[in-house]
C-alpha cells in the first residue's frame, strides 16, 4: 500500500467525504478546521487530552483473550479489545472528551449532539457536565420512546433531550434537527459529531480522537503477543469504533481489516443498515459516501436490532477503504448478533453491546476457519446493559 | 439572453424589483402544482423556485420539511418534477423555473443525464443547497454545457474571499440567505441586511435576491428596496399548508399579490382570478 495520508486538505478520502453543506455552515467548519489543525499539533492539547483518557476514561483498556469461548468454536484465537469497559461503558467517550477540550478552547459554551439509541448523547452529556458546558441532546421521537433509560441518563447528566418528530423519528433525523440548530446558533454552540461522518473535519477528527483504539492495541500486541494479530474485525454504523481500530492499522498490510455491518433481518428484505454491502455513493449529512437509497436518490429508513448501527450512511473512509480493497465489509443478520450476544455472556461473563455483537457473530464465523495459532483482534466496543430490554423482549421476556 | 437574463433586464428597464416565490413540487399533490405555478404567475411572480422534494432536507425549518413529506407520499422524484417542468412550459414559455433542493437526488440521477433532461424540459437554473462552490466545479460544467444557471446561496457569515468565489462561478443571480437558521425563520435584522448588501454587490455582477423570513408585504417592501429580488418561501408554503383544496389558488394568489403590490408600490386592485390552466 502506498504511503496513506488522507484526507487532502478539503477532507476527501478520493471521491467520498469533502464539504456538502449549505453556505450558513460554510464558517462555521472553516472555523472548526483551523483551530482543529492548530490544536492537533498542540502539544499541551494532546497531554490534556492523554490526561484525561487515563485518569477520567479509564484507559488504556485492556486487551482480553476469549479462551473459553475460542477452544469452543475450535480455530483461531478471540482477543477482545475491551471498550466496554471505559467511563460511560463505550468508545463514544474517547471522541468526546476530545471535542468537548477543542469546544472549551474555541470558547463555545454551549454544545449540542444528536444521538440513536443514546450512547453518544449520554457521551457528550457527559462530558458537557465534567466541563460545564450546557448540552442539547437530538434525538428521534420514536428513539426516545425506545430508549427511555438513556434519556433519563442524559437528564440526571443535566442534559436538555429534544424529541424530533420529523422524517422517521431517528437518528438521521436527530442529526438533520442538531445541524439546523448549530446554522441558527453558531456563535456560542460547538456540534459534536458522534462518528466519522459529517462534513470535513469530522470524519478526520473523530477518527484522530478514537485511534487511540488502534495505537494502544498495537503496542499491547506487540507486548503481550509478541506480534499484531492477523485480522481486526469491528462493527460499522457510521462506523468510529472500526476506523478507531483500523487507522493505524492501514499500514500493515499483513493484517486484514474487516468491518461487520447490520443486515437486520436479511439484505434482500430492505429492513437492514448494511450500506457498505448494499447501497451506492451519494451525498448526505455533509459528505459523500455510500448510501442505502432508492432509484430517485431519497434515503431509505433502516432497520438494525442495534439502534447504534442503524443509520443510511456510512464514514466516508471506510467508503474509500472498500474501493481501494484495504479493508473488507460484510454483513450479519440480528438474529446472528443476538446469538453471538448471548454465546460471550454464557463462555466470558462479558455481556457486550448488540452493535459489539455484530463484531463478535462475525468472529464466530471466521475464527472456526483459521488455524489455532492465529489471532483475531475484535473491537469490543460497548457494553450491554443499555441493551437488556432488547434482549429481553426479543426472547418474550417483559422486565 | 435566457429567461432568467431576461427577466431581469426587463425589470431593469421598467424599475421594478423581481418577486421569486418558492413552491415544493408535488406539494400538495402533483396534480396541483402546474396550476399553482399558473397562479403565482398571474399574480405576479416573476420567477418561480420550484423545490425537489427530498428525505432529509437539513437546511430547512419545519414549514418547508413538512411540504416535502406531503410530496414524498406521492412519491415525487426528481423525474416527475422535470415532468412538471415540462407541462408547465407547455403554456409558459417566460417565466423562469428554478430548481431548488438537495445533492443526492441529483447524485443519483448523474450530472450530464441531469442537466441535459432540465434543460429539455425547461428549467432555467439550478440551486442545489449542499453544493457550495468547492465541491461542484463538474458540476457548474454539465450545467452551463445546457445554458442552465448554477444559483448559489451567501449568509452573512460568507467571508469576503468566498463572496469572490462565488462571483466568478454565479450566473442568474445570487441567493442571499437574510439571516442565519432555517428556511421560515423569523428574526429579520433589515438594516444589516441593507449593509451587507451593498458590500456585496462590490464582487456580484449577477442580480441578488434576498430570501429567509421575509414573512408579510412589509418585510418584502423594505427588502425590496435594496434587493434586486425578493424570495418568499415559507410564508407562501404555509398558505398551501392551510387552505383546502377549494381555495388553495385563490389564498396563495391573494397573498403573493399583496407582495407584488407592496413591492411595486402600487395598490391591491382584487382584480385577480384564478389562473384557468
Redesign the interface.
Known amino acids: 500500500m502506498k504511503i496513506y495520508n488522507l484526507p487532502d486538505a ?1 477532507g476527501h478520502f478520493g471521491p467520498y467525504g ?7 455552515l ?3 467548519l ?1 472555523e472548526l478546521c483551523e483551530q482543529y489543525e492548530h490544536y492537533r499539533n498542540d502539544a499541551e492539547f494532546q497531554a490534556e487530552f492523554h490526561r484525561e483518557l487515563k485518569h477520567y476514561v479509564g484507559r488504556p483498556s485492556p486487551i482480553y483473550h476469549a479462551k473459553r469461548w475460542s477452544d469452543h468454536l475450535g480455530g483461531g484465537q478471540i482477543l477482545l479489545k475491551r471498550e466496554d469497559l471505559n467511563h460511560t461503558g463505550a468508545h463514544k467517550i474517547n471522541n468526546t472528551v476530545g471535542q468537548a477540550l477543542l469546544a472549551r478552547r474555541m470558547g463555545k459554551t454551549r454544545v449540542i449532539a444528536e444521538t440513536g439509541a443514546g450512547q453518544h448523547g449520554v457521551a457528550s452529556a457527559t462530558v458537557a457536565a465534567r466541563y460545564g458546558m450546557e448540552c442539547i441532546v437530538y434525538m428521534g421521537s420514536e428513539d426516545v420512546r425506545r430508549q427511555a433509560t438513556n434519556v433519563y441518563r442524559m437528564k440526571l447528566l443535566g442534559a436538555t433531550v429534544v424529541p424530533v418528530d ?2 422517521s423519528r431517528t437518528l ?2 436527530a442529526l ?1 434537527e442538531a ?2 440548530d448549530w ?2 446558533n ?1 456563535e456560542n454552540t460547538y456540534y459534536i459529531i458522534g462518528t466519522v461522518a459529517g462534513p470535513h473535519p469530522y470524519p478526520m477528527m473523530v477518527r484522530d480522537f478514537q485511534a487511540i483504539i488502534g495505537r494502544e492495541a498495537k503496542s499491547q500486541m506487540l507486548e503481550d503477543y509478541g506480534r499484531q494479530p492477523d485480522a481486526l474485525i469491528a462493527c460499522v454504523g457510521g462506523g468510529s469504533n472500526a476506523i478507531g481500530l483500523f487507522y493505524p492499522y492501514v499500514g500493515e498490510e499483513n493484517v486484514r481489516m474487516i468491518g461487520v455491518e447490520a443486515a437486520g433481518k436479511g439484505i434482500d428484505t430492505h429492513q437492514h443498515a448494511a450500506t457498505l454491502v448494499t447501497g451506492r ?6 459528505n ?1 459516501t455510500y ?1 442505502i ?1 432508492d ?5 431509505i429508513e433502516t432497520h438494525s436490532i442495534s439502534a447504534g448501527l442503524d443509520y443510511p450512511g456510512v464514514g466516508p473512509e471506510h467508503a474509500w477503504l472498500k474501493d481501494c480493497g484495504r479493508a473488507e465489509y460484510v454483513a450479519v443478520t440480528d438474529e446472528e448478533a443476538l446469538s453471538a450476544f448471548h454465546t460471550l455472556c454464557r463462555f466470558e461473563g462479558i455481556m457486550p453491546a448488540l452493535e459489539s455483537s455484530h463484531a463478535l457473530a462475525y468472529a464466530a464465523k471466521l475464527a472456526p476457519t483459521l488455524a489455532k495459532d492465529q489471532l483475531l483482534l475484535v473491537n469490543l466496543s460497548g457494553r450491554g446493559d443499555k441493551d437488556m430490554a432488547t434482549v429481553a423482549q426479543q426472547s418474550g421476556i417483559s422486565l | 439572453m435566457n429567461r432568467i437574463a431576461s427577466t431581469f433586464s426587463s425589470l431593469k428597464q421598467q424599475n421594478r424589483k423581481a418577486l421569486i416565490s418558492f413552491i415544493t413540487a408535488g406539494d400538495p399533490d402533483p396534480k396541483t402544482t402546474v396550476a399553482l405555478m399558473h397562479q403565482l404567475v398571474q399574480a405576479g411572480v416573476d420567477l418561480i423556485e420550484l423545490g425537489v422534494p427530498f428525505s432529509d432536507p437539513m437546511a430547512d425549518g419545519p414549514t418547508i420539511q413538512r411540504a416535502s413529506e406531503r410530496a414524498l407520499k406521492h412519491h415525487v422524484g426528481l423525474k416527475d418534477v422535470l415532468a412538471l417542468v415540462a407541462t408547465f412550459r407547455e403554456t409558459n414559455q417566460t417565466v423562469p423555473v428554478v430548481l431548488m433542493g438537495y445533492a443526492n437526488p441529483v447524485e443519483a440521477m448523474g450530472y450530464a443525464n441531469f442537466a441535459k433532461q432540465a434543460h429539455e424540459a425547461g428549467v432555467d437554473g439550478v440551486l442545489v443547497v449542499d453544493y457550495p462552490p468547492e465541491e461542484c466545479a463538474e458540476w457548474v460544467q454539465c450545467l452551463e454545457q445546457w445554458d442552465i444557471d448554477p444559483i448559489f446561496l451567501l449568509s452573512p457569515t460568507t467571508p469576503q474571499a468566498r463572496i469572490e468565489q462565488v462571483a466568478k462561478l454565479a450566473k442568474g443571480y445570487v441567493y442571499y440567505v437574510s439571516l442565519k437558521g432555517v428556511t421560515g425563520a423569523a428574526h429579520l435584522d433589515i438594516d444589516s441586511v441593507n449593509r451587507k448588501l451593498a458590500s456585496l454587490r462590490t464582487y456580484i455582477n449577477v442580480p441578488i435576491g434576498v430570501g429567509f423570513g421575509i414573512r408579510d408585504a412589509q418585510s418584502a417592501r423594505i427588502i425590496s428596496e435594496q434587493a434586486d429580488a425578493v424570495v418568499v418561501g415559507s410564508r407562501i408554503v404555509e398558505e398551501i399548508e392551510q387552505s383546502s383544496a377549494d381555495n388553495l389558488l385563490n389564498n396563495v394568489g391573494q397573498f403573493v399579490q399583496s407582495l407584488r403590490h407592496a413591492i411595486d408600490g402600487t395598490k391591491t386592485d382584487n382584480s385577480l382570478r384564478e389562473a384557468d390552466s
Open positions: 478539503h469533502g464539504t456538502f453543506v449549505a453556505e450558513t460554510i464558517a462555521a472553516e420529523s422524517g438521521k433525523d438533520n445541524m439546523r446554522v441558527t453558531v455513493p451519494g451525498v448526505l449529512h455533509g459523500r448510501l437509497q432509484e430517485n436518490g431519497q434515503i
